[in-house]
């Protein structure tokens, strides 16, 4: 067992933890105690390193911080029922009241503890995910969303997963689960953030989104983190007949950040849009691995991830598509564009298309290109500096994904940003304005 | 406004002008016509600093500056405009956020306060007409999806925007038909106003008919060899360029 998987089952063996979770913490911990550790030789981390674990391992739970934050953090200007977590624990004084339906795991009734252990651990495969075992293992807390037959969530519910620094490396475990029942409708927006000073938490944070018959849910994954920050996490769903996901992911920061999007098509006729940006620099690594089972006839699924990577950084795109034998008429699009803005930033890309099945549509593609020196003269040609030329360029790059979020308060959050993120921008604000006239 | 004298250049080590001469004082209007390859497009791409086109020797002053030492952008805001033989799509770039950044860019180097953004959509709606261009292509990614003649019409339109001294139009007739030309022109026309230099370059003489020129000049072998009147014109659409490659021009 490697050293982190020793402090681990060390940090779970401090914790306080329900009797009624005791089976999946089991389980996880025996999955997680007798897995071989990944290295580079294990496919799916072959271009993404632990060693951070290993080499730092964090020793400790992150403490409570509910005052620091306030000045470093902006919240997402939504109207919604907000969570707030600092460093993985529940600020009550920070969060709405909570709507019939949205409840943290350590308040569920009866009923509802037995709906949590009825999905909990099933969407999300250990087998698949190593650190959904260790998830398991750490499980305490978390929040339930729960949508009964018919029903639609009034407002969306906004979790806001703040870090803080801490004295010591430190760990911090999220979990969340969202079970839709049939023709019901919901809005989740997962938001992680820091302020810009060191961190050094390592966050596991895992969702588990079961979407029954003819249900809908729009889901949100947005990962805004100090580049120390080590984040390992994992989306996990499951959709039903005519089940509706439709996620929008995006990633900055981080040394270590890997965000898996696992999606079981389960049910005829249900439909995943996935859309993802990345966009590390310095140092940073993000790592998306996407991994779609279509294992029943007539599902769709259109995942599109764009990617810019500058100066010294590395991203990993992994995006699978596995058409069983039985998932006949499935029609499936997956596209990877990168943008490579410095001779030392590097990108991995792997589309990868297994079909078992015979009369489906399946397009992959993956592209890699630097900026278009063309397009860099043409706008300096107008007098624009090159500076503000990369700028545009890059953000243009990512701009037709930002112009598809539904949620325009998202758009509104990102973009001022995103945009300073290739350079100050010399009127921010006013031309985001002007980008929505 | 222009003074150039026995221009050089070369384009990926191959020499393409070979001692260009070309004097264009405020208010002309100047064709330059040729054969392909005779260097025609190296002269605008040299004139804005398109990297890649280097001048190797020769002189050009640009109201009476050193233009070969300034950057592309300053060439610009100092106010030569380059309308593209192919205008490039930039996807992603909203065409007003593009205009707007030039326009402010353009206006900051002459000492003048920065439009509101209010300001510069309604300047920016009522240039769309005058190109015939609907004002939702201001929403669109720069060019994207445009067709031939929209390109071309998106061009002028920001040629009217940034009010440049010297205007150099390259091809811009290529691949438009009769009506796409006589909005261009017209547009071209608009902003003729005796103090304003354009070159135009061309391979036809059909252009010709609608921006009328004031001098035409044949290129060939990277030289003039011959310079007239709008009559020249005529003269190279019937009889072609050989007599003058040939020839000592």
Not at chain 1, 277 to 283: E, F
Not at chain 2, 175 to 201: P, T
Request: aromatic share 6%; charged share 25%; net charge negative.
């Amino acid at each position: 067992m490697s050293d982190f998987q020793q402090q681990a089952l060390t940090l779970a063996a401090e914790q306080q933890s329900p009797e009624w979770l005791t089976a999946l913490r089991a389980r996880g911990t025996d999955v997680w105690s007798t897995a071989k550790w990944p290295t580079r030789k294990t496919e799916a981390w072959k271009y993404t390193s632990l060693n951070p674990l290993q080499t730092d391992t964090p020793a400790q739970w992150a403490s409570v911080d509910d005052c620091a934050w306030q000045q470093a953090i902006d919240p997402i200007a939504l109207d919604a029922t907000r969570l707030v977590f600092i460093n993985g624990h529940f600020s009550r004084e920070h969060s709405s009241e909570l709507p019939a339906g949205v409840v943290r795991f350590s308040e569920a009734d009866a009923s509802q503890q037995a709906l949590i252990r009825q999905h909990l651990g099933t969407v999300a495969n250990t087998g698949e995910h190593l650190f959904v075992a260790l998830s398991d293992a750490w499980a305490t807390d978390g929040i339930l969303l729960h949508v009964p037959r018919g029903a639609r969530l009034e407002k969306p519910v906004y979790i806001l997963n703040v870090a803080t620094p801490e004295a010591q490396p430190a760990v911090s475990s999220q979990r969340v689960l969202v079970v839709l029942e049939d023709n019901s409708e919901a809005e989740l927006i997962e938001h992680y953030v820091s302020g810009s000073e060191k961190q050094n938490l390592f966050v596991n944070s895992h969702t588990e989104v079961v979407v029954g018959n003819n249900a809908q849910i729009q889901h949100y994954r947005i990962n805004l983190e100090q580049e120390d920050l080590l984040h390992v996490g994992g989306v996990h769903i499951d959709l039903h007949r005519d089940a509706r996901f439709l996620g929008f992911t995006l990633a900055q920061g981080s040394r270590l950040k890997r965000i898996d999007y696992h999606v079981n098509h389960r049910g005829e006729g249900a439909h995943l849009g996935l859309n993802g940006v990345y966009l590390p620099r310095n140092k940073q690594l993000i790592d998306y691995h996407t991994n779609v089972e279509h294992r029943v006839p007539n599902c769709t699924t259109d995942e599109v991830f764009r990617g810019i990577i500058g100066d010294s950084a590395k991203a990993v795109f992994n995006g699978r598509i596995h058409i069983h034998q039985d998932a006949q008429k499935t029609l499936a699009e997956l596209s990877n564009k990168n943008l490579l803005t410095s001779p030392t930033a590097e990108i991995n890309t792997k589309p990868e298309l297994e079909i078992y099945a015979d009369d489906v549509r399946c397009a992959h593609g993956a592209t890699i290109a630097q900026l278009d020196e063309t397009s860099v003269f043409y706008l300096q040609s107008r007098g624009v500096t090159r500076a503000d030329a990369v700028r545009m360029l890059s953000f243009g790059f990512i701009n037709e994904l930002l112009n598809e979020v539904p949620e325009q308060a998202i758009q509104d959050y990102l973009r001022p940003r995103l945009t300073t993120l290739f350079g100050e921008s010399p009127q921010g604000d006013e031309l985001g304005q002007m980008r929505y006239e | 406004m222009l003074s150039i004298k026995g221009l050089h250049a070369k384009v990926e080590e191959k020499d393409i002008l070979q001692g260009l001469d070309i004097e264009i004082n405020p208010g002309e209007v100047h064709a330059i016509m040729g054969p392909n390859g005779s260097g025609k497009s190296t002269l605008g791409n040299v004139l804005s600093g398109r990297p890649g086109y280097e001048a190797t020797g020769g002189s050009v002053l640009f109201k009476g500056q050193d233009l070969l030492e300034l950057d592309t952008e300053e060439r610009a805001r100092e106010g030569i405009f380059l309308a593209f033989q192919y205008p490039v799509e930039i996807p992603g770039v909203s065409n007003m956020e593009f205009l707007k950044v030039a326009v402010d860019a353009k206006r900051k180097h002459a000492g003048l306060p920065e439009l509101s953004a209010v300001e510069f959509m309604k300047l920016a709606r009522e240039t769309s007409k005058r190109v015939d261009l609907d004002a939702s292509f201001l929403k669109r990614g720069v060019n994207e999806g445009f067709s031939g003649g929209e390109k071309k019409r998106n061009e002028i339109m920001q040629m009217m925007l940034l009010e440049p001294d010297l205007c150099i139009l390259d091809e811009t007739d290529s691949g438009l038909d009769i009506d796409a030309l006589q909005v261009v022109a017209d547009g071209v026309n608009s902003m003729r106003d005796g103090k304003r230099s354009f070159i135009v370059v061309t391979h036809y003489q059909r252009l010709l008919d609608y921006i009328v020129p004031d001098y035409v000049h044949v290129l060939a072998g990277g030289r003039i060899v011959k310079s007239g009147t709008k009559e020249l014109a005529l003269e190279l659409e019937a009889k072609g360029y050989g007599w003058l490659e040939n020839g000592e021009g």
